[in-house]
């Protein structure tokens, strides 16, 4: 037999992590509360934080430090907030730690019902990411997860000895479902569990070890997509800053309208996916031009023929003095026959607005995409100043212009485009 590939292997465990661990041990602590609205008992006397405080020092000293050592001021129930009431606690030894409440081991339910009963304001589901972009989090989280009670406000960095060990398993316990998403995706080199967490998570998230020791403080981690433009395209920089299309980008006018790298890129998309994924948000920002599509005539984009980038160069820029490149050198890349140079160029369009003058590039209700229902509009909009003789009466031969005028795209013969 030949042996499994180690990267399999490394998913395989991702998957465990993920899916099979949890239905195997269950949620932490006790498994079906009675009331999980209000899960911590309530029964017995009150002691006081100065009774705790005479047994747990350090816990106190931790408090102080802490976000939460405003429980120790005086008319509240400082310890016993969160614990329970304690008398019974600290007078019998023998049965005291059942007699006071653990919410670390608390089922993931109960848990953050005891923290919501301060914390109302937190959404019960979505914990603080309400109406945002919310992080691919683990099965069983609570509050505690991320936050430490008894914890000084202040944490020290990180030591270089600990950066040079991190991996990215050190996100996974936390973040699996994320690590779960890399697998086949274009990042998926930077997930591996056993890489470099400075290379891997931390190459995207800027504090991500910091963050991962603290543990779980958010604002301790840069978010990408929460970002303005100029920073994800930094930290997209760092590895596809060589890459030649990103030459410009910095003045194009899509950075220039601070739209960042992730509303057009998602950082999970499956390999070879990247610009027909990019191609479907274009219609969020530039929902008239999707709906010229919807014309009875207009560019193979909706059948999936064509793209938006087959025309529009999206990461560069393209001032004023460059946008014939865009109005007749893109045009002339699918049709070569309206090429020039001609010895009698097609109305000068070379120097002015090009094939737009007359064809409407995404979408119209007219064939051939022109700009006006007939030949003869489309013409009459430039060429009011027609010879007397051309009679424009309905039915007239010279209505039909392009009877005589066959070479509008440009002649080899004639200055009037005769054939």
Partial sequence: MSPVPTTALRWAL????????PALVGPRGHQDPEDPTAPWPRRGDYTGPQRCAECHQQRERELKRGHHGGLLDAGLDGCEICHGPGQGHADDEDTAPERITH??????????????????????????????????LSVGMTCTTCHLIHADRTIAPPKPEELARATNRSCTSCHATAMCVLPGTVHEDLGRLDGPLATGC???????????????SKHL???????????????CTRCHGAEDKLAHVRSGSHHRHEVGCLQCHSPAVERGRVRADAEKKCAACHADIQAQFALPHHHPVPEGRMGCTDCHEVHG???????????????????????????????????????????????????????????????????????????????????????????????????????
């Fill in 202 to 216: 931390a190459i995207c998230h800027d504090g991500a070890l910091h963050h991962a020791i603290s543990p779980g």
């Fill in 317 to 419: 820029a393209r001032p004023r003095l460059r946008d014939h490149a865009l109005t007749e050198g893109a045009c002339v890349r699918c049709h070569p026959q309206t090429r020039s140079p001609f010895p009698f160029n097609a109305h000068q369009t070379g120097r002015q607005e090009g094939c737009v003058t007359c064809h409407l590039p995404h979408g119209a209700s007219n064939r051939r995409l022109l700009a006006e229902t007939t030949a003869q509009q489309n013409c009459l909009q430039c060429h009011g100043d027609f010879p007397a003789f051309h009679d424009q009466t309905q039915g007239a031969v010279y209505t039909d212009c392009l009877r005589c005028h066959t070479q509008i795209h440009g002649s080899n013969h004639d200055r009037f485009y005769f054939r």
């Fill in 103 to 136: 919410p670390h081991k608390l089922g993931p339910a109960a848990s953050i019902a005891l923290c919501r009963s301060c914390h109302a304001e937190v959404d019960p589901k979505d914990f603080h990411w309400r109406d945002r972009h919310k992080p691919l």
């Fill in 14 to 21: 991702v998957l465990f992590v993920l899916f099979v661990a």
């Fill in 221 to 235: 981690l840069e978010s990408m997509h929460a970002s303005p433009a100029a920073v994800q395209y930094a930290v």
